[in-house]
């Protein structure tokens, strides 16, 4: 069976064939958490809700966005459709900060027009760097370039070195970030050499007044979303508790796990706490998830030849009585945890406030 929640009524597919029921608008609401809480697949239409969207043409990470409705084992609501533009057009930004993250490393400056690979520039010197904690081989990095074969632009064992921007080249046996020149070569801080996958889950819902009525933001006369954020104990900046593809990995479970671990602690929980979490938070994470973004992320990390891709997911709770009720709790890379109004005013880590945009227009909320 499959549940479709339209404006005031409610399409049932079963073996039966589809019936239609009007409801009233608060029935909704229940009706979505009962379908929730019982594992029943379903997908929400409001009017105006599969409307096409695209992210602004001065954004810096080089994609753009049409939302469409989808289907998918874990994203029932929609998801979105990736075109990547040339890089020359949109200069990545934050991976040509003028120093390398951890370290006293300074990027050789890229200007705007020198970016891209298509420019020849034979002056290009850039400085070699790999951090020291990528170099000590821990379990989540590559080794070095020389001392094995991977296979790049694949599937690699269990280690997907493909890209969301399609196949990427290759210099003198080294992956070459498909948005251009960063000042660095080798990995930096990232373990795998080419594209490093990561998965970030937006949780959001309503803010609301102690009667539980949505708040509206006092200018833009929309009704304020909130999200969960966490503080990166790494660089001390706010962003959404994403976290890294681990080997074999289905990115489902990454952005369930990651926001398992960040936002609520669930390492520290006792077996049968953690079992609780677990299943409420898949039973969440399976019925509400909206695909926002999937691409190349303008990171500080990235060098020419390791960049960061990620897979960013919106589940909302919209009744406010879902994975609000969970306590938030700081756990492995965060070190605080809360929800936070969404706003362009404030700041976070690598792209997380363009999702964030997304989401809010897409909800029709403040920004
Ligand atoms: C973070 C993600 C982020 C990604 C790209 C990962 O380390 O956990 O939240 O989107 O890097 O910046």
Redesign the pocket.
Known sequence: MHVVLVHLGILVYSSRGMQHFLLRRDWIGRIRLALTLFGIPYTVCTPGVRSALSCSSSHPFGTSQTVRPISTSYCNLYTTGVRTMPPSTVPHIKSRCPQYPGSKIKRFLVPDDKVGWSQSWPQYNPVSHNDPSVLKKPVWADPDISSFSPKFNTVDGAVDRTSFGGTYKMEKGKPLNPHGRTGVTGRGLLGRWGPNH?A?PIVTRWKVDPKGAKISHPVSKRPVMQFVAIKRKDCGEW??P???VDPGEQVSLTLQREFSEEALNSLAAPPSERSKINERITKLFKSLGFQVFKGY?D?PRNTDNAW?E?VAVNFHDDSGNSVSELPLQAGDDAGQVQWVDVDSSFPL??N?SHFLELVAKERKAHW
Do not use: L, R
């Open positions: 990561a970030d962003a959404v994403g976290g890294m992320v990171d960061m990620t880590y690598a997380h």
